[in-house]
């Protein structure tokens, strides 16, 4: 008796089961979007699932900016927008009509280097290089965040700019990993740049 009670149930459930729904279209959408990168403006049109950090190297061939993990945990796509720095690859294209969005190419030019650029050369703060875009955007942005900083634009000398321990250094850069293991070098990139010698 028992056991046609539960073969009773257990018919009434599979019976209970909605119908499956049609598949959905699997057809990208498309939308148009304007970024404003390193002070230019550029129209796109990209499916809306693209990363900024795609749009970026696929659409707008800025391929300084690196992907690393594509999963937000190494830092390898940090840039800024509006000042504050991001994991390229954790946001969407469309989200950033408008933002002002810096990359490594819009922060100095091989004759015009911007102090942390420089900095990283005389300092080696980097081995294979891959990390080193957005290692420099980061530290460029922690200056900015703190107040110790200049305009990422500006490429003045600011050997006058107050100091900054090398363990707030060290807390603010964890977000980004460098494999090959440059940190002291890279620190000591940041501290040159916020005027406080090594």
Same mark, same amino acid.
């Given at each position: 008796?028992? $056991?046609? !009670?539960?073969?009773?149930?257990?018919? =009434?459930?599979?019976?209970?089961?909605?119908? +499956?729904?049609?598949?959905?279209?699997?057809?990208?959408v498309?939308?148009?979007?304007?970024?404003?990168?390193?002070g230019t403006d550029h129209d796109l049109e990209v499916d809306t699932r693209t990363s900024l950090l795609d749009a970026l190297r696929e659409h707008l061939h800025l391929t300084g900016?690196?992907?690393?993990?594509?999963?937000?945990?190494?830092?390898?796509?940090?840039?800024?927008?509006?000042g504050q720095r991001?994991?390229?690859?954790?946001?969407?294209?469309?989200?950033?009509? $408008?933002? !002002?969005?810096?990359?490594?190419?819009? =922060?100095g030019t091989p004759d015009k280097?911007? +102090?942390?650029?420089?900095?990283?050369?005389?300092h080696d703060g980097y081995q294979c290089g891959y990390c080193t875009p957005g290692q420099i955007c980061s530290a460029v942005a922690v200056l900015e965040e703190i107040g110790q900083g200049i305009p990422s634009?500006?490429?003045?000398?600011?050997s006058a700019a107050p100091s900054l321990s090398a363990d707030e250094i060290r807390e603010r850069m964890s977000g980004n990993i460098c494999r090959c293991g440059a940190y002291s070098n890279i620190i000591e990139a940041i501290t040159e740049v916020a005027g406080r010698r090594a």
């Open positions: 008796m028992a $056991g046609s !009670a539960t073969a009773g149930a257990q018919a =009434l459930a599979k019976g209970s089961e909605p119908a +499956p729904s049609p598949p959905r279209s699997l057809e990208p498309h939308s148009r979007v304007r970024l404003r990168v390193n900016t690196k992907k690393g993990c594509d999963h937000g945990q190494c830092g390898a796509c940090t840039i800024m927008v509006d991001i994991n390229s690859c954790l946001t969407l294209a469309v989200m950033h009509e $408008g933002d !002002a969005i810096t990359t490594i190419e819009g =922060l280097l911007h +102090p942390m650029q420089a900095a990283f050369i005389s634009h500006v490429t003045a000398d600011i």
